[in-house]
């Protein structure tokens, strides 16, 4: 049976999780193990301290290590939800209440693939589970995909949001013109950036690198681009009404691409209902008082797919996209041979996240991106367990991803107890770990480490009005971390 439960989450105000993951998870008493079982989890996003907080609330004994690659936790919930969304942010008191609990050895700076490999994991541990994520994006393989402001918004989000690997990225925002394409949550989250006035955004823990970007920035028009209708659009209602109602900003959608909708909408379910009347209302009844004196325009855009990304004449610069006009055929994307020009000077592509393989001998779906599993137990592999973006691919709210999570737990500790993960013989765990990672010279962040961290980036935050100011240098992390 499923249970309707209110989520705190933006996205998805009502959720369907089963119960049984969410409420007091079944204690299982250690039967055979002459030691604690040791468990070690990869990646500390929402699946890895989801499967962590199941795990040791389920099994008294057992010991869980979390490795991170980079020295602070979070994963997207700190990189990838948007500065003005803090209230999503909330999930990070749940976690860092897992990482206080005594039970549980987080160890950030530690790279699955180069600092430890997958098979010495799994030497040290009586299962290892895999919750890196999807750390990749989709691309088009088109011509001029390569020219400079054609971004990926994965790359741009990690960008305003202060992931290390992204914060020298180069943004040009001197041009009234940018073209996303996709209309997914992410799609309406970086729009929402670019159009949002900076006053509003520099109270947020939005970079100071962006933040100075932003401020200079030109844009007058955000055009959003679905390759299909707008029946299919994959952005959600909170998000939409959040862009309606956005500060000096106008939503301007063509009314010829809404011929028969209405008429079809009363038949849908009702979150898809609700969801295509707010759609339905702003493109094709009249415009609230307040867009009348609107500096920006946010223009959703449907049935187009690019084919090239152009450049001026005389320089290397974007300055426009070609693009594929579209039909559908069943609910399908399909060229009517018709094309026509949009002029830009900054290109986004918003088409989705990728996982990578991080190790040979991780079995792969490389097409999907995704790590191959059954319900979270890797194909071929005892012991060895995969949640989150890695396992089911790039889409789901921090909700979704706690129910696998939790399944995903819970299947463990099953097969602990059952025997079909053996936990009778001792494993090392952390204190072989340790020595290969010392070996290697590598500087582990504990969660205590983190706190110092933490504390730095609010001070700093604190002098300019902001929640925190990340700290976006590696080195300088593990400088605070170390003192
Ligand atoms: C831009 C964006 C905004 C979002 N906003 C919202 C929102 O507002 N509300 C909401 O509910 N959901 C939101 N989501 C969805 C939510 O973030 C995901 O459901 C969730 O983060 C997936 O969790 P995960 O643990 O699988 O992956 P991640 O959160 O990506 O965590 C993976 C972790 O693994 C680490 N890692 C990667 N590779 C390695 C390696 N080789 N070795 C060790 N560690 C590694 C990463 O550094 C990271 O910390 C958003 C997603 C995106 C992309
Ligand atoms: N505020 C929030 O709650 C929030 C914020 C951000 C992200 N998230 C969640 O994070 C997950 C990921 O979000 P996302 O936006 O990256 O993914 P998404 O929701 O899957 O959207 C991907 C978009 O890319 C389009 N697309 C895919 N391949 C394409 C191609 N080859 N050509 C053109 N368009 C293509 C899709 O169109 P088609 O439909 O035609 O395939 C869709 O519009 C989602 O579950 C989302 O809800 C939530």
């Not at 994963?75 to 909330?90: C, I, M, S």
Request: glycine share 8%; with cysteine; charged share 25%.
């Amino acid at each position: 049976m499923h249970k309707v439960i209110r989520c705190v989450n933006r996205g998805f105000l009502e959720c369907v999780v089963s119960p049984k993951y969410l409420l007091r998870p079944k204690v299982f008493k250690s039967s055979s193990a002459a030691q604690a079982p040791k468990v070690c989890v990869v990646g500390s996003g929402p699946a890895g301290f989801y499967v962590s907080q199941q795990l040791i609330k389920a099994y008294p004994k057992i010991e869980v290590d979390l490795y991170e690659r980079l020295p602070v936790p979070f994963g997207l919930v700190r990189f990838g939800v948007a500065p003005d969304h803090p209230e999503v942010k909330n999930v990070i008191n749940t976690f860092t209440k897992t990482a206080k609990s005594g039970r549980l050895r987080f160890v950030g700076n530690v790279n699955l693939g180069t600092d430890v490999i997958l098979s010495e994991l799994r030497e040290s541990y009586h299962a290892v589970v895999l919750t890196y994520g999807a750390e990749q994006d989709r691309e088009f393989g088109i011509p001029g995909e390569e020219l400079p402001n054609v971004v990926s918004a994965r790359r741009f989000v990690g960008w305003y949001n202060g992931l290390p690997a992204d914060s020298h990225l180069k943004v040009n925002l001197e041009t009234e013109s940018a073209v996303i394409f996709g209309n997914g949550n992410v799609a309406v989250d970086v729009a929402r950036i670019l159009l949002t006035p900076v006053d509003i955004l520099k109270k947020t823990d939005i970079t100071e690198h962006s933040l100075a970007v932003l401020s200079q920035s030109r844009l007058k028009k955000v055009i959003m681009v679905g390759r299909r209708g707008p029946l299919n659009v994959a952005f959600t209602i909170k998000e939409i009404r959040e862009m309606l109602k956005l500060p000096e900003c106008k939503t301007v959608m063509d009314p010829n691409a809404f011929a028969g909708i209405r008429e079809v909408i009363e038949g849908l379910p009702r979150p898809r209902r609700r969801l295509m009347e707010l759609v339905c209302q702003a493109a094709l009844d009249p415009p609230p008082p307040s867009w009348s004196d609107a500096k920006r325009t946010f223009e959703p855009l449907f049935l187009r797919s690019p084919l090239e990304f152009l450049r001026c004449s005389q320089s290397d610069r974007l300055s426009g996209v070609r693009l594929a006009v579209n039909k559908l055929s069943d609910d399908r994307a399909v060229p009517t041979g018709v094309e026509e020009c949009l002029e830009c000077g900054l290109a986004l592509r918003s088409i989705g996240y990728k996982g990578i393989k991080a190790g040979k001998d991780i079995p792969f779906d490389d097409e999907k991106g995704t790590v191959l599993n059954n319900n979270g137990q890797v194909d071929g592999a005892k012991g060895l367990y995969c949640s989150g973006w890695v396992a089911t691919g790039p889409t789901g709210v921090i909700l979704t991803t706690m129910s696998n999570s939790f399944e995903v737990g819970h299947t463990i500790v099953q097969h602990m107890e059952t025997g079909l993960v053996d936990i009778s013989m001792n494993k090392p765990g952390y204190e072989a770990v340790s020595q290969i990672l010392l070996k290697k010279g590598i500087q582990t962040v504990s969660f205590s480490d983190w706190e110092k961290i933490d504390e730095e980036e609010k001070k700093r935050g604190e002098a300019v009005g902001k929640p925190r100011e990340k700290i976006v240098s590696v080195e300088e992390m593990l400088a605070i971390a170390a003192r």
